[in-house]
């Protein structure tokens, strides 16, 4: 299985998420030669869900007169607990119904190609170690906070995916251990206290509770469209209220962090997903809870910092993966751990 | 630096935790031609702690009229924050004072003959993934539950050590974000919560606030004096109150497991130190948390099992990491990702 029958030809990279499904022809060279963008309208279930990834797929190629024979795979980085082996989504959190779904075949079915699929985290960690942030590193953590918290891992220069393929669902760690329910059927989840809905969610709580902000205003008073980057857009204003919020959730975010520092002793951690687009106005503060929670050494050690390919991290990372058996002879098996 | 010099003699492997002392003379086959235990006395601070390791491989050697010339390598497995490749105990909660002592180039100078250093458990891994329950397993995590709780990552059937050496410290791993405070200088960390020192808090807690017991009169009421195994043997007597310390300690565990199982999806979890010793007691309450609170796919999927070789891990896999060099060619190097 899993061989790239056609070498030169270019690779259709899929990026499902929670909020959006981001579609990329990619050359057998990793450049990105068409994007697209849509919403993944997840609550409507897994196969609107699949409907939606399938036209996008026709409608990229369409679009750039590409016949699906004129691709040599489709790669498919998705947002949940990902069976590589078997081409399963086992569950998502954020793709709601995706309980043993394989979509890896039904896509294949479907387009009659060759088709990868693995988990988003996992894929942007390997397109950053290759053309981003971590270029040259030996082992790093990669991390997609937006919505959840996705996590990917680099070690010894290899994608590390565990047993099954799920490794790195750093975003359901159990840090406070009566925290808030998460959708995973755990409680006080990383992603529950220190992703993009956190921050929303926060600041939500704080305007409800009498504080005033413009948040209000930019709203018009629907507090339910308050989002991660309307509060960040209100922090770059100066506005108090949405500054505490982003600081509550980056110190969250570095409890998280301090803790994936004292196990993996990393010598990098990207951080990318919608909430990177803060920039130090979220690291920075998240940097100090690492300093003092964690271990002195690997503390000190590790560089933490933002995602340098932003939205293409996942793109980018499924068409290396469907890819690497051309680079390296490499099957899947010799991904999973 | 770090090879073995004279194969086939013997290595002085000596495991330094919080509580105790363990040295042994290893054959360079692996096998434990002599065995000794001492208290650390930790409190009494690092340099009578090395006065006493000093004193422990004397004691050991003459008692088995050994020559220093007549070992190959002394190998250190120390509790805490170790840098393998400069030999430094950074920091260790339970050896108070040892901030970046360079124990292994003391106890070389001293001995005169080749010595390695590096953390407890993470040579516990290496023994147990060579010689124990973890023989064949492609990627596990092992924990020592005991006066804290240490880790070792066994990762494509390497040790892996992260960037400085000290990854693994998975028992400071905040599971509680505003829990107790830990001399680590964090809040909440696991071992808080779920280590031997941990059940002997929450057995006196209970009793302080006016439950009966028969673990009172098992410390003539002098409950300072009430420890893990005290309690774990009033458990087996079937004392309400050890059974329900015991099952709030699992609760504990199976928090941090399950966090592990979500990051790593490892095949397996062994659990040593002295905790290890109540088996099923801890923990099958422990994998019915794992089960509530990881992803389905990865709890299934991973085996929770006691360690074999018990108190002889860490100085089995010392003496592994300091004979590495004869089997495999490797250097130290090699180990630190």
């Given at each position: 299985?899993?061989?790239?029958?056609?070498p030169?030809?270019?690779?259709?990279?899929?990026?499902?998420?929670?909020?959006k499904?981001?579609?990329a022809?990619?050359s057998?060279?990793?450049?990105?030669?068409?994007?697209?963008?849509?919403?993944t309208?997840a609550s409507?279930g897994?196969q609107?869900v699949?409907?939606r990834?399938?036209?996008c797929?026709?409608?990229?190629?369409?679009?750039n007169?590409?016949?699906?024979?004129q691709?040599?795979s489709?790669?498919?980085?998705?947002?949940g607990?990902?069976?590589?082996s078997?081409g399963?989504?086992?569950?998502?959190?954020?793709l709601?119904?995706?309980?043993?779904?394989p979509l890896r075949?039904?896509v294949?079915?479907?387009?009659?190609?060759?088709?990868?699929?693995?988990n988003d985290?996992?894929a942007a960690?390997l397109?950053e170690?290759?053309?981003?942030a971590?270029?040259?590193?030996?082992?790093?953590?990669?991390?997609?906070?937006?919505?959840?918290?996705g996590g990917?891992?680099?070690i010894?220069?290899?994608?590390?995916?565990g047993?099954?393929?799920?490794?790195g669902?750093?975003?359901?760690?159990?840090?406070?251990?009566?925290g808030p329910?998460?959708?995973?059927?755990s409680?006080?989840c990383?992603e529950?206290l220190a992703s993009?809905?956190?921050?929303a969610r926060e600041?939500?709580?704080?305007?409800?509770?009498?504080?005033v902000?413009?948040?209000?205003?930019m709203v018009?008073?629907?507090?339910?469209?308050?989002?991660?980057?309307?509060?960040?857009?209100a922090?770059?204003?100066?506005?108090p209220l949405?500054?505490?919020?982003?600081s509550?959730?980056?110190?969250y975010?570095?409890v998280g962090?301090a803790?994936l520092?004292?196990?993996f002793?990393p010598?990098?951690?990207?951080?990318?997903?919608g909430?990177?687009?803060m920039?130090?106005?979220?690291?920075k503060?998240a940097?100090?809870?690492?300093?003092?929670?964690?271990?002195?050494?690997?503390?000190q050690a590790?560089?933490?910092?933002p995602?340098?390919?932003g939205?293409?991290?996942?793109v980018?990372?499924?068409?290396?993966?469907?890819?690497?058996?051309?680079?390296?002879?490499?099957?899947l098996?010799d991904?999973?751990?």
């Amino acid at each position: 299985m899993g061989k790239v029958d056609k070498p030169d030809l270019p690779v259709l990279a899929i990026d499902l998420g929670g909020t959006k499904i981001i579609a990329a022809i990619i050359s057998s060279n990793v450049e990105i030669l068409a994007r697209d963008y849509h919403l993944t309208l997840a609550s409507k279930g897994p196969q609107a869900v699949i409907d939606r990834v399938i036209a996008c797929i026709d409608q990229l190629l369409g679009k750039n007169n590409v016949e699906l024979s004129q691709i040599s795979s489709i790669s498919i980085a998705a947002a949940g607990a990902v069976d590589s082996s078997r081409g399963l989504v086992t569950s998502s959190p954020h793709l709601p119904g995706f309980d043993d779904v394989p979509l890896r075949d039904i896509v294949k079915e479907k387009c009659g190609v060759n088709t990868f699929l693995l988990n988003d985290a996992s894929a942007a960690a390997l397109g950053e170690h290759r053309f981003g942030a971590g270029k040259g590193v030996k082992n790093l953590i990669y991390l997609t906070v937006s919505t959840g918290i996705g996590g990917g891992i680099i070690i010894d220069r290899r994608l590390y995916l565990g047993l099954s393929g799920t490794a790195g669902e750093v975003g359901h760690m159990t840090i406070e251990v009566n925290g808030p329910g998460c959708s995973c059927g755990s409680k006080g989840c990383w992603e529950q206290l220190a992703s993009g809905t956190a921050l929303a969610r926060e600041a939500v709580r704080r305007i409800r509770q009498g504080e005033v902000s413009s948040l209000t205003e930019m709203v018009r008073g629907k507090l339910r469209n308050i989002t991660a980057e309307k509060v960040s857009v209100a922090a770059q204003g100066g506005d108090p209220l949405a500054l505490e919020a982003i600081s509550e959730v980056a110190y969250y975010l570095g409890v998280g962090l301090a803790n994936l520092v004292n196990i993996f002793n990393p010598e990098m951690i990207i951080i990318g997903g919608g909430m990177a687009k803060m920039g130090e106005l979220l690291l920075k503060p998240a940097r100090e809870v690492v300093l003092k929670r964690a271990f002195r050494l690997p503390a000190q050690a590790v560089n933490i910092v933002p995602s340098q390919l932003g939205d293409d991290a996942g793109v980018i990372g499924a068409a290396v993966f469907a890819l690497k058996d051309l680079e390296s002879k490499l099957e899947l098996s010799d991904y999973l751990q």
